[in-house]
């Protein structure tokens, strides 16, 4: 983690972010076509200078920011975060979209991409981490879903196909249908630019968290809070008597000097 921070803290500050130029990325246009066995018609090709790629089938990272805001666990596809071109013409598009389109609706030039698989292949390494740790460099990288290999326990189902129906009807019956939540179609790919996804960038910066987590977290602040206070009262009790002590021998001192024909000058 430290070595990740490092490398981290130099790209964005040192060396600056740069993109990878003419990336090449290739991802199927159904559920059924495989990476290792596909024919030119059933795969999209794009190009271009890769800034940023982001792949989950979770959405947020490290409770921070949402790096695939509509990443599902169970729906067997991997959600794609997307950014092509360089820092300052992403800032120009975030500008102008922000001004024309107003915030709910601007796009930044991020484009969301949901696929079972995505191939990127580049003229030069491309660095990847995993989870946080750091993988050899390739000029090639396959990211691959492999649908329901691990089992789960879950507070809730907000993460899971199940859940996105009780949400639909929550929100439903929420807003009076004055306003209308992104609800997509799960078992589908979903391509950059099919559909513009209101609320993106604020979505990309609201984490989510379980329900019910700061009903959990109120029991324990009440006890580091208790903790804090009897600490603080006995150090206060302490102080408190250490002084009236120090005062005590101070004007015992003084009673004796003056029994003593000692004048303090």
Known sequence: PAAVAVAGFKQLFITGLQPIKNVKITHPKDLHTKHDNYTPEQVTHTRGDLLVLAAGQARQMGRMINVCPDALLD???????????????????????????????AQGGVQLLRVPWLEVEADQDLKCNRDGEPSPPSKRLVFEVLPRRINLHLPDTRLLLEGQALAK????????????????????????????????????????????????????????????????????????????????IRAGGRARMVDLGVVNP
């Open 169 to 248: 009807e929550a929100a439903a019956a929420t807003t009076g249908g004055k306003h209308k939540r992104w609800h997509i179609s799960r078992r589908k790919v979903f391509n950059p630019g099919s559909k513009p996804r209101p609320r993106l960038l604020l979505d990309l910066w609201k984490a989510q968290q379980p329900p019910g987590r700061l009903s959990r977290m109120i029991p324990g602040l009440k006890r580091l809070i208790g903790r804090t206070l009897w600490y603080a009262s006995l150090l206060s009790a302490g102080f408190a008597l250490g002084f009236n002590a120090q005062q005590m």
């Open 75 to 105: 729906d067997g596809l991997l959600d794609f975060t997307l950014l092509f071109g360089s820092p300052g013409q992403q800032v120009a598009d975030l500008a102008s979209d922000i001004l024309s389109l107003g915030l709910s609706q």
